[in-house]
């Protein structure tokens, strides 16, 4: 089966205590040591539970975003001035377009390959959307200097992005995941309302993203299956907006991607209906599984909510993981490790119940 699969995960993984330790303390090749250690292990444990896509954890990222975009040329992070992660003082950064976008040197390349080279299974990768690039500050944290019509810092991200896509593509990677909060934020009134106080209409933003996420695509090489991951938020088991999907969904189904991991571990998240505008030929990884907490789900709660989902679209086009990473950041969600992996391993039991 081509990804995504029936029992999936959307990417990162909790930092072992000796990862987070070596972060703070060491450097240069032996910090990189105890990284591999920690991925090497994270592969293994993933592979012995069953799961077909593997990642690294993104142990080597601070933020799930971030560490990717400030590598293409023109890009800072600064502080974010809203809207704010509730329940923590500490807020991640922003990031700001301060010169022309490019991709001037390779980016996480070797993070892939090294991915690869560890397992024996599907090596999945996850890149932040292009989306990204624009969201949280909007028009005001793109330079009008640099920028003065839109449309040029759209082309040059696009064409940025094409080149990064090739150079993992060229690693091998055949499994991508472009990371996107823009579609779940924009369902949300008051991010509705950032967005007109940055110069932008959140009404034209929806299809805005889905044609850069296409254009970004444009020349992916045959073979490599993409997906979307969408969420509300996720820093410290914090979240930002609230909604359904409604709003977006018609435009977010219209991206060039091969699949949609997608939020619906509480009501933040609405109901299932707009799956009905899903595309033939796409699919819909259910993110019923929270990462947030660690109580797991009961089978017979999973199993009913995939029964409902089943409405709006065929069950041989659904498939199963959690709503979010397990550590965007490197901070972490609130659960434990052990937590982690019962859930991960829940996402396979039900799969293989329910897909054989």
Not at 148 to 165: M, N, Q, S, V
Not at 346 to 356: F, S
Request: hydrophobic fraction near 35%; proline fraction near 6%.
């Amino acid at each position: 089966m081509k990804p995504p699969f029936r029992a999936d995960q959307v990417g990162s993984l909790l930092r072992p205590r000796e990862l987070a330790e070596a972060r703070r303390t060491l450097k240069g090749r032996e910090l990189r040591e105890v990284e591999d250690r920690c991925i090497r292990e994270a592969i293994a444990r993933q592979e012995a539970i069953g799961l077909q896509s593997i990642t690294d954890g993104e142990m080597r990222r601070d933020w799930w975003h971030l560490d990717f975009m400030t590598q293409l040329d023109g890009v800072t992070a600064v502080v974010n001035p809203g809207p704010k992660f509730g329940g923590t003082e500490e807020q991640p950064p922003i990031p700001s377009v301060t010169g022309k976008v490019g991709c001037s040197k390779p980016i996480m390349v070797g993070d892939f390959s090294f991915l690869r080279q560890h397992t024996k299974q599907t090596a999945k990768f996850t890149i932040p959307s292009p989306a990204m690039l624009h969201l949280r500050g909007g028009r005001s944290s793109i330079s009008r200097q640099v920028y003065p019509d839109l449309d040029e810092f759209w082309a040059d991200t696009a064409a940025a992005y094409r080149k990064a896509i090739r150079q993992l593509a060229d690693a091998g990677c055949a499994y991508l995941q472009l990371d996107d909060v823009s579609f779940s934020y924009l369902c949300d009134p008051k991010i509705q309302d950032t967005c007109r106080k940055n110069g932008d209409d959140p009404a034209r933003l929806p299809r805005t993203y889905a044609d850069a996420v296409s254009a970004a695509l444009k020349d992916r090489p045959a073979g490599m299956t993409v997906t979307m991951h969408t969420c509300r938020g996720n820093f410290k088991s914090s979240w930002v907006a609230s909604g359904g999907y409604e709003p977006v969904a018609e435009a977010m189904f219209s991206s060039a991607v091969d699949g949609f991991f997608m939020e619906f571990d509480s009501e933040r998240a609405g109901g299932f209906e707009p799956l009905r505008l899903l595309p033939k030929g796409k699919k819909v990884v259910l993110g019923l599984v929270t990462t947030k907490v660690g109580e797991l789900e009961s089978k017979d709660f999973l199993l009913g909510r995939i029964k409902e989902a089943e409405r709006f679209v065929p069950l041989e086009d659904l498939c199963l993981s959690p709503q979010c990473g397990f550590s965007s950041t490197h901070h972490g969600n609130a659960l434990s490790i052990d937590e982690q992996w019962k859930k991960l391993e829940r996402v396979v039991e039900v799969a293989r119940d329910v897909w054989g």
